[in-house]
């Protein structure tokens, strides 16, 4: 089970030291990735896949491999896919980077495991730092949820964009030192609760009911953004966007 | 709010690693309003529903019974009209605001389209009796329908395509007359569309959601909604929401077409209906036509929808598998009034078994005859799971034996001990659960058409049989599972652990109710399993076709064990098949 911390954070799985908010797109960056070495773009990869590596994660034990073999392989294909060329294959224009990391797993799985097996439990070389055992206790909680590798792993992107997202949020408060305004009414970005009010919540903060009006209206705005620009990131042309953001709503169904 | 287990906004679980601890369907919920909102913390749109001693205060001249349910835009209760002898249904819309001139506005704007609905007088529509205001609420007084809704059939997984079939040209009609009148539904959803007892249709809510819109417009609400359901609203709704015509509704209507055959949504590049489902290959052009992104490129008209669906209905289909409830006989070319009865035959066998389903765990027994509820499933979709002893009930034949099978179905399942306190039951993606298991434990099963199926219920006490009920073993039966290769699980969810046991896996025949082992090298899996594991997992099984899956239980250990004589303790615990084509190997030891 998560611990809870006072700042809200749920957990801290997931989330990255690194804070650093990219410019550029998923895709741009796994585009460079491919054709470079250059530090910067590698860097900027594995950030993206300590993000969306629980997904990958899930899916591999929605396909029935054990939490070892499931460690191995998810470390295995990002070993593929940061050092061995799959992302020169990567091509913004066939759509969506979750479709595209998926398929590049479900290849992997298919085709390059067998190759290296021969490698021992836990001899995978370590890209990223997976923590397998809260990973395993978030998939038994998950375990009844009762869906095929490929509707779990959408699911658990759509929770990982959304932790990137707040994270992100959190972040930017906190920069400006409003972390306990965020604290306070980041429940706001969920939903508007009936009787909730603004002078309740004003005392908390020390604000008046208007400001509070104002300050959520702002935090709500400000995570549409950011939930834009993630999304806006991960498919290949802006068009594409609204289609994923109401395909990873129906995913969470 | 960290820590709780349910989402204040929407009251959902919420799942302990839930980002941030905040719900992530709500989440995305506001970003799909994007733009629409104005973001006041002090108004929501999901208000409590008033309850029913109020709104009884409210009208004097009507019984109110219940609360039947709540939606975004209002509440609505099912009530008598004692002077008519009759029932209906009464639908309070959002809760107006203390402001004299928005009310005058909005009312004038709520009469308007309330008399327009008025005048939709159809059999496939709701019909709007009265409205008014009463309170602090606007009302409209609406026919109650004594049925469930399209979306409590699709609970079960997809219809049958014949069932499909009568229902969308209902829902044609339905659209075509309301469009001729002007009247754009807007919110064409499963949850709209109600089957009464007699097996017709009745679309409900037409013109309900531009209401709101208009509430929300006059400011009578500040937090305004996204107009429509996300996963049913055509493109150029949410892009353009007022540019919207009655060709929003065909796209919803497709929406729901494709759902119906497939138990799925068709999002972002989903496959035609026939390569998900059993439907006939030519519907998907019907489908997509209806799914078009462009406005101008969808069907114009409802009317066309329901040609085209008619007459592929009424001629035989290519590459559709005969079914008992569609002999292909009556299915001749032209002859349209044999395929409405049909249509009607369908439907009220759908409504039968989706009254079974809902009611029968329930109550103990409906008045529904369950052999006419049996005798339409198609058995390639069913999946039986069977506990206690394997002593075959002749007295309830299931079905009977196909083309090289050894012998005909039968119910081989004890009844169970305690039905009051039977699991609800299951949602699955694809085929509906037989009803065996609806008679039984209320356990669904059904294939999920891209993956893996799976048994679980929260309240699944099927491992427990042995120590609680019978003293032996616990023994589970898969029929008609499709041929292929799979990996077994039995696990103890969350925090809860299996019990040291014998856990034996058997794949064969089923010949009234033994289980004969065949040839198959994987035919018998053994498993000793140690107290406190997660789950046991046999892999790599292959089940041959005809072939079922047995599941044996065997718990051991000392009787002072805590637990030693149950399987599973855990008030959550299940069975899941994953097909498993890649496990060529054996498991690593």
């Known amino acids: 089970m998560s611990t809870t911390t006072p700042s809200g954070a749920d957990c801290n799985f997931g989330q990255n030291p690194r804070q650093a908010v990219f410019a550029t797109t998923h895709w741009s960056v796994v585009k460079s990735a491919g054709q470079n070495d250059t530090t910067r773009s590698q860097t900027a990869l594995a950030h993206l896949c300590e993000v969306y590596w629980y997904p990958l994660y899930a899916y591999v034990r929605y396909r029935g491999y054990s939490p070892e073999d499931a460690e191995d392989l998810t470390q295995e294909f990002f070993v593929q896919l940061l050092q061995k060329g799959t992302l020169t294959r990567a091509d913004p224009v066939r759509g969506r980077f979750r479709s595209f990391l998926l398929a590049s797993l479900g290849h992997f799985l298919a085709h390059e495991w067998e190759k290296s097996r021969a490698l021992k439990r836990g001899g995978a070389q370590k890209m990223v730092s997976l923590d397998v055992a809260t990973a395993e206790q978030w998939y038994a909680l998950e375990l009844s949820d009762q869906c095929t590798p490929d509707k779990a792993f959408e699911k658990r992107w759509a929770m990982a964009l959304l932790r990137q997202v707040l994270d992100r949020l959190e972040s930017e408060y906190s920069q400006q030192g409003r972390q306990e305004l965020f604290a306070v009414l980041k429940e706001t970005i969920a939903g508007i609760k009936d009787g909730q009010s603004n002078a309740e919540l004003g005392s908390r903060l020390n604000m008046t009911e208007g400001a509070v009006k104002v300050a959520v209206h702002r935090l709500r705005k400000r995570y549409r953004e950011l939930l834009q620009t993630e999304i806006a990131g991960t498919v290949g042309t802006p068009d594409e966007a609204g289609e994923e953001l109401r395909h990873l709503f129906d995913a969470l169904r | 709010m960290t820590g709780s287990n349910s989402c204040p906004t929407c009251g959902r679980p919420l799942a302990p690693h839930a980002p941030h601890g905040l719900c992530p369907e709500c989440l995305l919920h506001t970003g799909l309003s994007a733009g629409t909102q104005t973001d006041d913390p002090a108004v929501s749109p999901e208000t409590e529903p008033p309850p029913v001693a109020e709104i009884a205060l409210l009208f004097p001249r009507l019984e109110i019974i219940e609360l039947l349910g709540r939606g975004g835009m209002g509440a609505v209760y099912k009530a008598r009209q004692p002077n008519l002898d009759r029932l209906v249904a009464l639908k309070i819309l959002l809760r107006r605001r203390q402001n004299p001139d928005q009310d005058t506005a909005f009312d ?62 209902k829902i044609c009609e339905a659209l075509q007359f309301a469009h001729q009148h002007g009247v754009v539904h807007r919110d064409i959803k499963p949850e709209n569309i109600l089957l009464d007892q007699q097996g017709l249709v009745k679309i409900a809510d037409f013109g309900i959601a531009k209401m709101a819109d208009e509430i929300a417009q006059a400011g009578l609400t500040h937090e305004r909604q996204v107009i429509g359901t996300p996963h049913y609203m055509a493109p150029e709704q949410v892009e353009k929401p007022h540019t919207v015509d009655h060709r929003a509704d065909i796209y919803s209507l497709g929406v729901v077409f494709y759902e119906m055959l497939t138990g799925e949504l068709p999002l972002g590049k989903f496959a035609p209906p026939s390569q998900k489902s059993q439907a006939d290959p030519r519907l998907d052009s019907v489908v997509l036509h209806t799914l078009e992104k462009e406005p101008a490129k969808r069907y114009q008209q409802a009317s066309q929808v329901k040609t085209d669906v008619e007459t592929i209905a009424a001629s035989p289909a290519r590459n ?27 439907l009220a066998i759908a409504v039968a078994v989706l009254y079974l389903t809902i009611f029968f765990a329930g109550t103990g027994s409906g008045d529904t005859p369950i052999s006419a509820a049996y005798a339409p499933m198609p058995r390639p979709q069913r999946f039986n799971i069977d506990f206690g002893p394997w002593q075959p009930d002749k007295s309830k034949q299931v079905g009977p034996a196909a083309a090289g099978e050894p012998g005909d179905y039968w119910n081989t399942v004890a009844t169970p001990t305690n039905k009051t306190n039977a699991p609800p039951p299951l949602k699955f993606a694809g085929g509906g659960p037989s009803p065996i298991e609806l008679e039984m434990l209320n356990l669904g099963g059904s294939w999920n058409n891209s993956g893996s199926m799976g048994v679980t219920s929260p309240m699944l006490d099927a491992f427990r049989y042995p120590a609680d009920n019978h003293g032996g073993d616990a023994k589970v039966i898969l029929h008609h599972v499709p041929p292929g290769r799979y990996q077994i699980y039995i696990y103890g969810h969350g925090t809860e652990r299996l019990y040291y046991g014998d856990y034996q896996l058997t794949v064969g025949r089923r010949d009234y109710g033994r289980m004969t082992t065949s040839h198959n090298l994987d035919a018998i899996q053994n498993t000793n399993w140690v107290e406190g594991s997660q789950y046991v997992c046999f892999r790599g099984v292959t089940v041959a076709p005809g072939e079922d899956v047995k599941i044996l239980i065997r718990p051991g250990g000392p009787a002072t064990t805590p637990g030693g004589r149950t399987v599973c303790d855990a008030m959550i615990c299940g069975l899941q098949l994953i097909p498993a084509p890649h496990l060529g190997f054996p498991p690593p030891q």
Do not use: C, W
């Not at chain 2, 007088?121 to 606007?138: C, E, K, L, R, T």
């Not at chain 2, 559709?320 to 009607?344: E, F, M």
């Open chain 2, 108 to 169: 004038e704007r709520f009469a308007q389209e309330a008399r327009t609905l008025a005048k939709l007088s159809h059999p496939n529509i709701v019909a709007v009796y009265d409205y008014g205001q009463a309170g602090s609420y606007s009302f409209l007084l609406m026919e109650y329908v004594n049925g469930p809704t399209l979306r409590q059939l699709l609970q079960h997984g997809k219809l049958a395509p014949q069932e499909a079939l009568a229902i969308v040209p």
């Open chain 2, 320 to 346: 559709k598998p005969p079914t008992p409830a569609a002999p292909k006989s009556d299915a001749t070319a032209g002859n349209r009034k044999k395929i409405l009865l049909l249509g009607s035959f369908v």
